[in-house]
C-alpha cells in the first residue's frame, strides 16, 4: 500500500505512457499490486498503446505523402463538394465506403486486441514486462539480488503460494533482482536476469485460472523470444532477445528447477 503521496489519475495515465520517473512508477506498481480491478484497466491499456506503437511507429517515421500535403488536401475537398450534387449513386457509395470504413477499423481493433487469458495471455504480460523493465538502466528491479529473501517473501504472499528463484548462472545469467508486477490476471512476480554483457532475460510467473498445466510454447514479438509453459496452476514466460535456439535450453533448466520445487 503507498504511504506517501495518494496516487491519481494522472499518475496512472502517467504509468501507462511511462511518463513518470522510476520512483513514482514504483509507487504505482505498489499501489496496482493491491487494487487487482485497477490493475486489470491499466495493463489492458498498456497493452493496447503498446500495440498501437508497433503499428504506427513505423508509419510516424516515414514522410507526409505529397498527396497529404495540406493546399492539395484542401483543393480535393471542394472538388468533391462540387461533385457532390453529380447523383444519387455517388452519394451511396460515399456512404457505403463510409460504413466499410467502420467495419474495417473494428476489425483491425479486434485484431490488435491482446490475448485474454491462458498460456498466451501469460506469454503477452511476460512480453510486456520485458519492454518496460529491461532496458530500464536506472531501475530495472524493485528488489536486487541481495534482498532475494525479501522477494520471495513479498511474491508468495502477493500470489498466495511459494515462489522460488531459478538459478541460470550454468547458462552465463545472473539473478540482479526482481518486483511483484500487476497483470490483468492478478499480481504476478518478475525476476531478472543479466548476462554481463547487456543481454538481459525476464522471467514472469502468475497464477493461472486456466491452462494449468501447459508444455512449453514458443512466442516471438520482433526480437524478442518468449518460452511458456505452466504446473499445477503456477505459470511461468521466460522472455529475452535471443533465438529459439538459445532460449530455449535455458527455460529448460528453470523448468526443471521449478518441477522439483513444487
Not at 481493433?109 to 503477452?124: D, F, K, M, T, V
Amino acid at each position: 500500500m503507498n504511504g506517501g503521496r495518494p496516487i491519481t489519475d494522472d499518475d496512472l495515465q502517467g504509468y501507462i505512457d511511462d511518463a513518470i520517473d522510476s520512483r513514482r512508477r514504483a509507487e504505482v506498481e505498489a499501489y496496482l499490486a493491491d487494487h487487482p480491478q485497477v490493475a486489470e484497466r491499466i495493463a489492458l491499456d498498456r497493452a493496447l498503446r503498446g500495440a498501437m506503437r508497433d503499428a504506427l511507429g513505423p508509419i510516424a517515421d516515414e514522410p507526409v505523402p505529397a498527396e497529404l500535403n495540406l493546399s492539395r488536401l484542401i483543393d480535393r475537398h471542394q472538388r468533391q463538394r462540387r461533385n457532390w450534387r453529380s447523383g444519387p449513386w455517388q452519394v451511396a457509395a460515399a456512404l457505403l465506403l463510409m460504413v466499410m470504413g467502420g467495419v474495417g477499423g473494428w476489425g483491425l481493433r479486434s485484431a490488435q486486441e491482446p490475448p485474454r487469458a491462458g498460456i498466451a495471455a501469460l506469454a503477452q504480460e511476460a512480453t510486456d514486462s520485458y519492454a518496460v523493465y529491461a532496458p530500464d538502466m536506472g531501475r530495472p528491479v524493485e528488489i536486487k539480488a541481495a534482498d532475494a529473501p525479501q522477494l520471495i517473501q513479498w511474491a508468495s504472499r502477493r500470489l498466495e503460494r511459494p515462489v522460488s528463484i531459478p538459478d541460470l548462472s550454468g547458462a552465463g545469467y545472473s539473478f540482479i533482482g526482481g518486483r511483484v508486477v500487476p497483470t490483468p490476471h492478478g499480481p504476478a512476480v518478475l525476476y531478472m536476469f543479466d548476462n554481463g554483457k547487456g543481454t538481459r532475460l525476464t522471467m514472469l510467473s502468475r497464477n493461472m485460472a486456466i491452462d494449468r498445466d501447459t508444455p512449453m510454447k514458443l512466442g516471438n514479438a520482433g526480437r524478442v523470444t518468449s518460452v511458456s509453459w505452466s504446473r499445477d496452476g503456477l505459470g511461468f514466460s521466460l522472455v529475452g532477445p535471443l533465438g529459439e535456439a538459445e532460449l530455449h535450453p535455458i527455460a529448460d533448466v528453470a523448468r526443471a528447477q521449478f518441477n522439483q520445487a513444487i
